[in-house]
Structure formats: structure tokens, C-alpha cells
């Protein structure tokens, strides 16, 4: 059964510090294909970082050095750690497993790479 709870959200200030977490079944999670997006109001879903089935990741430019994708495999669970958060980060993140068959690789930052999605959890940054 597909099954992805994203928690961690809530509200800090700039340059605070937050870690989502994303709890899968283990059939989502055996896909290998995970990653984490985001989407503010008025703007469309856009990736943050993924991490293919062979382990490499990608990390959208806004977000690279400040946040880190990891996984606890024993747990089935995928986490984002964001530091140096800043107002602009402030959005709704989604927990994304297992890309479509044949997606390019370059495009798995893409909302429509991926098939199955987490509830959503909110991050608010103040200023």
C-alpha cells in the first residue's frame, strides 16, 4: 500500500532551522526514487532535492548548502534538513516517491517525475 506522512513543519524564524521527515511504506520506499518539493502560494510545485535509485541527489540552486536530503533505511524514512531558513522558503512540502518509468535523470527535479505524494507538511519562516 502506498504510504507517505511527511511531519516536522512549523514556524521559525530567518535563519532558524528545521528537519522534515517522511515515513513510507516500505513499498514506496523500496522504489529508491525519492525527494523532497515545495509550493507557496500562487506558485506552482517545485523540487528541492531528490535522490535517485543509485543514490545521487539533486539539489535546486535556491536551496544548495542549506539544505541536506538523508535517509534512515531501517526506518523507512526520508528527512530534509533545512538550515539558514530564510521568508522565501516558506511554503508547503511534499514527500514525493517512485519516478515515472523512463524519466531523464536531468529532469527529476520535475513534479511530474514522481508518482506517489505525501499529505504535505508547512513551513513558515518569518522575517
Known amino acids: 500500500q502506498v504510504h507517505l506522512v511527511e511531519s516536522g513543519g512549523g514556524s521559525v524564524q530567518s535563519g532558524g532551522s528545521l528537519r522534515l521527515s517522511c515515513a513510507a511504506s516500505e513499498y514506496t520506499y523500496s522504489s529508491n526514487s525519492m525527494g523532497w518539493f515545495r509550493q507557496a502560494p500562487g506558485k506552482e510545485r517545485e523540487g528541492v532535492v531528490v535522490?535517485?535509485?543509485?543514490?545521487?541527489?539533486s539539489y535546486a540552486d535556491s536551496v544548495k548548502g542549506r539544505f541536506t536530503i538523508s535517509q534512515d533505511n531501517a526506518k523507512n524514512t526520508l528527512y530534509l534538513q533545512m538550515n539558514s531558513l530564510q521568508p522565501e522558503d516558506t511554503a508547503m512540502y511534499y514527500c514525493?516517491?517512485?519516478?515515472?518509468?523512463?524519466?531523464?535523470?536531468?529532469?527529476?527535479?520535475?513534479?511530474?517525475?514522481?508518482?506517489?505524494w505525501g499529505q504535505g507538511t508547512q513551513v513558515t519562516v518569518s522575517s
Open positions: 514525493a516517491a517512485r519516478k515515472k518509468a523512463g524519466w531523464p535523470k536531468l529532469l527529476l527535479l520535475k513534479s511530474a517525475a514522481f508518482i506517489y
Open positions: 535522490i535517485d535509485s543509485d543514490g545521487s541527489t
